[in-house]
């Protein structure tokens, strides 16, 4: 099994930063992919940003490109997301998913409300 917990959500205002981090425990050497999912309220949860937990590509959604930067450190075992210049369309709750080669996302976080104010 392998378990992850988020921190660092908060209420910024627009234009704002914040940083997430999730924390990776467990049998982490069955993980391929790591990434960043988010849900509004009313929505579907939806991509946002994934990356190779031995480093090298990273893809993100349209809509965070050049606003939001995925980054992993191994020997912290922890995977972060740096949001800059937030909207208030980027409020959600975000989680921290991970998978194995087949593309699948089995391991989730509990989740983290980031909220942005107009």
């Known amino acids: 099994q392998v378990q992850l917990v988020e921190s660092g959500g908060g209420l910024v205002q627009a234009g704002g930063s914040l940083r997430l981090s999730c924390a990776v425990s467990?049998?982490?050497?069955?993980?391929?992919?790591m990434g960043w999912f988010r849900q509004a309220l009313g929505k579907e949860r939806e991509f946002v940003a994934r990356?190779?937990?031995?480093?090298?590509?990273?893809y993100y959604r349209d809509s965070v490109k050049g606003r939001f930067t995925i980054s992993r450190d191994n020997a912290k075992n922890t995977v972060d997301l740096l949001m800059n210049s937030l909207k208030p369309d980027d409020t959600a709750v975000y989680y921290c998913?991970?998978?194995?080669?087949?593309?699948?996302?089995?391991?989730w976080g509990q989740g983290t409300q980031v909220t942005v104010s107009s």
């Open positions: 467990g049998r982490a050497f069955s993980i391929v992919h």
């Open positions: 998913a991970a998978g194995p080669p087949d593309g699948s996302w089995p391991y």
């Open positions: 990356i190779r937990w031995s480093g090298g590509s990273q």
